[in-house]
């Protein structure tokens, strides 16, 4: 099967541009060197714009930055290649200098637009993650090159802003590929040539600036990481997947917090005391101040972290104890939610001597219902009737007393109860007529009450309920039926167990 077209030039660009950067960078330095380096460069940007007008990205204004960063970072380059090999000048500090610091600022935009695509504002983990990262590379970033910059910059004003410049640069790059790395959504193949471009960019930056301050720049395998780096935002730029890149990932997807993460995160967190060990390990020049500035910062920021983490599992236990007490389809109380709310209703009639009613309510022909309909016509019956019957207790329930309480679970299937504290048997059979009338799609229910003696079980009092609410169904559906008082227990007669199929059909009702 033959390849897109997209997909071969983007295989095309690849295989090329690996082979010219190779090339180019084994090269000697001079004047060939950088002509091919800058025909390597600005074709990448050509590239980049290229992938933007083909496959046109939803969100194409991130794109757009990083193309003209990376531009912006190639004439800073051919500037730089003009004064040295055909001006034989090397002014400090150059317009390159200014090309250079501009083009941090507005890949790092590129990069912060990708962000806000994927994760939006609400992302506080990944947010303190990258936080986390950036606050330990600022304090690598001093030890190893800002410092050193500023000792080799001597007196000059103009040296010692630059040599802080540079890295402060690497470091706002740094902070926004560590957080598109945290952002949710897919990592396509787009992501991780755009993710690769910044990382290689950022490595043969730190590298050149790391030789500066040690010693003499001379060119050689150090120009590879950039010349690869421009090879890498172009190919993901020309592969398809990055018309969906600023796309979101699922709800929550950032929440989940993989042992890579706490790895990186614990590395990141060590990293202020690790320099001050290796510091004194080594008789080094200690950094106690910038150690223990980071150190604060790194324990404000895990500790925030922290905080959040207990917030998420807080909200996800909460959310896991209202599906074990609610029932999916109705939201109403689940059986076992109904249950230990009967034994707790039983307490307190006890206690203050009120009154305790338990109805069972069982929709009127729901198996035929299902029959005809279909079982999701069933489920909107069932929906539909829960939230008009809530609504005639919760108004039945603000005209009670203090004292008293009304609660309507589903038990199962079509079957519900009904728990009526501070009601007599008269009231909660008025309360379940109500609730039958205003049964939606014209359906019907039939019911059994029983009130609480004070003496019997919980499963005692449901009993006689569910006995009065077949005797409903016997006299024709659609209508309310209270038990009978319990009876004295007679030692001379047997008890007679009778099986009944609730799902067969009834006599007809009403």
């Not at 969100?59 to 193309?67: E, I, K, Y």
């Not at 190639?74 to 500090?93: E, G, N, R």
């Not at 929440?255 to 080594?282: D, E, W, Y």
């Not at 917030?311 to 896991?320: C, E």
């Amino acid at each position: 099967m033959s390849l897109p077209r997209a997909d071969a030039l983007f295989r095309l660009h690849l295989v090329v541009g690996v082979a010219l950067s190779i090339g180019c960078a084994l090269m000697p330095a001079g004047l060939g060197h950088d002509a091919l380096y800058t025909v390597i460069s600005f074709g990448c940007v050509a590239m980049l714009a290229v992938g933007i007008r083909r496959h046109r990205p939803t969100a194409a204004r991130g794109w757009w930055l990083v193309t003209a960063g990376v531009g912006v970072w190639a004439c800073a380059d051919l500037v730089w290649a003009v004064y040295t090999w055909i001006l034989h000048i090397s002014p400090f500090p150059s317009p390159a200098d200014a090309l250079y610091l501009t083009s941090y600022v507005i890949i790092a935009a590129g990069f912060w637009s990708f962000v806000r695509s994927r994760s939006g504002e609400g992302d506080r983990e990944g947010f303190t993650d990258a936080a986390i990262f950036t606050v330990g590379s600022v304090l690598l970033s001093w030890v190893v090159l800002m410092r050193p910059g500023l000792e080799a910059a001597g007196d000059s004003t103009v040296a010692r802003v630059l040599a802080a410049a540079y890295p402060m640069g690497d470091v706002l790059m740094l902070a926004l590929l560590v957080r598109l790395l945290t952002t949710t959504g897919a990592r396509s193949t787009a992501f991780r040539w755009l993710v690769a471009g910044n990382t290689l960019l950022l490595a043969a930056d730190c590298a050149y600036q790391y030789t500066t301050t040690t010693g003499t720049y001379s060119g050689g395998i150090i120009t590879l990481p950039w010349l690869l780096a421009y090879v890498s935002f172009a190919a993901a730029a020309l592969h398809p997947s990055m018309r969906h890149l600023t796309d979101g990932g699922d709800e929550g997807q950032d929440a989940h917090f993989t042992r890579g993460r706490l790895i990186a995160l614990t590395v990141a967190s060590l990293v202020a005391p690790g320099t001050l060990l290796l510091q004194l390990a080594l008789g080094l020049h200690l950094d106690a101040w910038a150690v223990a500035l980071s150190s604060v910062v790194l324990f404000l920021l895990v500790v925030w972290r922290m905080s959040g983490l207990l917030q998420r599992l807080d909200a996800q236990a909460s959310a896991l104890a209202d599906l074990a007490r609610t029932d999916a389809l109705t939201g109403l109380p689940n059986r076992r939610t109904t249950d230990a709310e009967l034994e707790r209703m039983q307490t307190r009639a006890r206690g203050e001597g009120l009154p305790l009613c338990v109805a069972v309510l069982d929709l009127d022909r729901f198996k035929a219902f299902n029959d005809t309909f279909g079982h999701q016509a069933g489920d909107r019956l069932l929906v539909a009737a829960a939230a008009a019957w809530r609504e005639t207790v919760q108004t039945a329930r603000a005209g009670v007393g203090a004292g008293r309480a009304v609660m309507l679970g589903r038990w199962g299937g079509e079957e519900f109860v009904l728990l009526l504290l501070g009601h007599d048997l008269s009231a909660a059979v008025t309360l379940a007529d109500a609730m039958r009338l205003s049964t939606p799609a014209g359906q019907t229910f039939s019911a059994g009450v029983a009130c609480w003696d004070g003496l019997e079980s919980a499963a005692e009092v449901f009993s006689r309920a569910d006995a009065a609410l077949y005797a409903a169904k016997s006299s024709g559906r659609n209508q309310i039926h209270p038990a009978d008082p319990i009876a004295a227990p007679d030692s001379s007669a047997a008890p007679i167990l009778v099986a009944e199929d609730r799902s067969a059909p009834g006599p007809a009702g009403p």
